[in-house]
């Protein structure tokens, strides 16, 4: 599976493999509406995509990618790199730096990607937010509502995982036929396509990521609504969503599922600990009405 280098905490990277096959080939495009990251889309067998988020950044990036070649994208953020003096495992190798446990690379990063930050809050260049989100927490995508980035230093760099997986990206995404659209999920003019499929991953009601803070219970109403809809005129959905979080249940999203087909997924992790708390935990679906 192909994932975003921007692999920004919410993405289904670690589901794909249980997501891709549940959906329907003999449609005319997938339509993913809230679509982060792209991952889904991206890595399914149809060629013809919308591709919807309510965040122009992120949109943006996914428009960047599509439109840029690799190697005009890798020399600007070489560049980048080397005008904060960041760190660049990639190509330096890990031997010349300590990293102290919980810290990693932070404190070799932590004054060029300030300043860095500060530079990109005043110009907005895209391929300042891409450095940023790479060296950044968490590789949060988050502003404040001044719409200043807000995110500070993480433990990684451009590593080589991170440049094979832009590369693959990059390259790989230039093989679909993808529209960008920046519209609110309740926006009709979305699904005028009856014979595509709407894949739905919203914000969770339940959880406490911050990219979920202002997803509320209306939110969840109205798209619960808008699924039902969808359903009575013949097109085709699917949800991804989480029924259980740290023994909270949405019971709101279980008692609607029982209309349609909820299959269970399980997360990968690869420590042991991890695996035993996510099934007692919490339990992630994808809903589906074909
Ligand atoms: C869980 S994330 C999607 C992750 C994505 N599937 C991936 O794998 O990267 C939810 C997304 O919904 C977007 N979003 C939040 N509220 C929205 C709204 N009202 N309309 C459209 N998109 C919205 C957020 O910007 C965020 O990118």
Redesign the pocket.
Known sequence: MIV?PI??P????KLLSQIIPELPNNCSQIV?????????SINSNIDNILL????IH?IDLLNYFYTTSFENIISQIENIIFEYKLTYTYKEGKANYIELKHEGLSNYNREGYQKLKNDYNKQNDINKLIVLLIYGFNHYIRFNNDNQFNVPVGKVDLSSSIYKNLKLFVNHIKSKNISFSN????EQSLYQDKKAIYYF????LITNAP?NS??NID?EKDLLNLLDDLNDKGIKFAL?NVILSNGKENTLLKEWSKKYTTLILKRQYRNANYQKKNITDTIEVLIKNY
Do not use: L
């Not at 919410?10 to 990277?13: D, L, M, Q, S």
């Open positions: 975003n692999s920004y919410g993405n289904k990277n993913e509406i809230f679509c982060g990251s792209g991952v889904v919807n988020d309510i965040s992120a519209k609110d999920f309740r991953d919203p914000p969770y990219y202002n997803w939110d991804s």
